[in-house]
């Protein structure tokens, strides 16, 4: 069991809780002087890129998370005293097929919705493709962006969700509190800026979807490759100057940004499609038990 994990290496309250208490509150101070700030964030990102260029503001975004990545494998390894294949999986070894497999299977997905709605509704983008330009980001993109989802999956479905396990013996409170953490931590997001709070439903439902996964398959794998695909093939493709990412994308969408309906497809069609598929492809089995049951100790 993924949870249970934990019990193999330190399983203090306080190791448990320093990294999510420091990492929400670095996040709440962010958003607060967000909220407080006179100059239009925009604006200044615009600058930055004018002044820096796409690629470099894209590292500068993405270095605290790498690091972060690397910061959380030296905190299971030595602080915890937690084996790292037992940080990302319950089994023998880490399944490396359910990574490429998830990613295939997302990545065909973001891509595909990406293209039906260029092709549906072709005067909302602007063809961006500059070879040199796109070069250089794709590289940087696929060297960093794995690490930074690797960071956010270690820490909310690694860290927290078997530290909250171990601690309040409930699977229900790791899922749930781990996937609303996950959506709040989007607040400061340029999205939600434009299209509103609203959109936070997204990011808690997606969080409920990766939280499922890891529960129901006993690891992180099919999330890492989840998270991976959904951020890189999103950003190879289409950049926006609202969205978090403003890179050299293919395409430019230059729409109006609102909050539709469109956001529900996901959150009720397609994330019960994957559930369903993963579920045929694992044989998953013991759905109240593996997300509601309770976390037992070795001693239990």
Do not use: C
Not at 240 to 247: C, I, K, P, S
């Amino acid at each position: 069991m993924f949870i249970e994990q934990a019990y193999k290496g330190n399983t203090s309250l306080f190791r448990y809780l320093i990294i999510p208490l420091g990492f929400m509150g670095f996040m709440a101070l962010n958003y607060i002087a967000l909220l407080n700030s006179e100059a239009d964030t925009k604006e200044l990102m615009t600058q930055m890129i004018d002044q820096l260029g796409a690629n470099t503001v894209l590292i500068i975004n993405l270095l605290p998370l790498v690091l972060g990545f690397f910061f959380m494998l030296f905190w299971f390894k030595f602080i915890l005293n937690l084996p790292l294949k037992s940080a990302i999986s319950s089994r023998s070894k880490v399944d490396f097929k359910r990574i490429v497999f998830s990613f295939m299977l997302w990545g065909t997905v973001v891509g595909g919705l990406t293209f039906v709605e260029i092709f549906s509704s072709p005067e909302n983008f602007v063809w961006n493709f500059d070879q040199q330009k796109f070069i250089t980001f794709a590289i940087i993109a696929v060297l960093l962006i794995p690490l930074q989802t690797s960071f956010e999956e270690l820490l909310f479905r690694g860290h927290m969700i078997q530290g909250i396990g171990v601690h309040t013996k409930s699977r229900a409170a790791a899922l749930i509190i781990t996937s609303v953490l996950f959506g709040l931590m989007h607040i400061a997001n340029p999205e939600v800026g434009e299209l509103g709070y609203g959109i936070l439903a997204y990011y808690i439902g997606t969080g409920f979807l990766f939280g499922i996964i890891t529960l129901m398959d006993e690891g992180l794998e099919l999330v890492l490759g989840f998270h991976a695909a959904n951020n890189l093939i999103g950003a190879l493709l289409v950049s926006a100057e609202w969205t978090a990412f403003r890179v050299d994308s293919l395409y430019i969408d230059i729409s109006k940004p609102e909050l539709d309906y469109t956001m529900w497809i996901p959150l009720l069609i397609i994330y019960p499609l994957i559930l369903i598929i993963l579920a045929k492809k694992y044989n998953w089995s013991n759905w109240n038990s593996r997300l509601f049951g309770k976390v037992n100790a070795p001693s239990e």
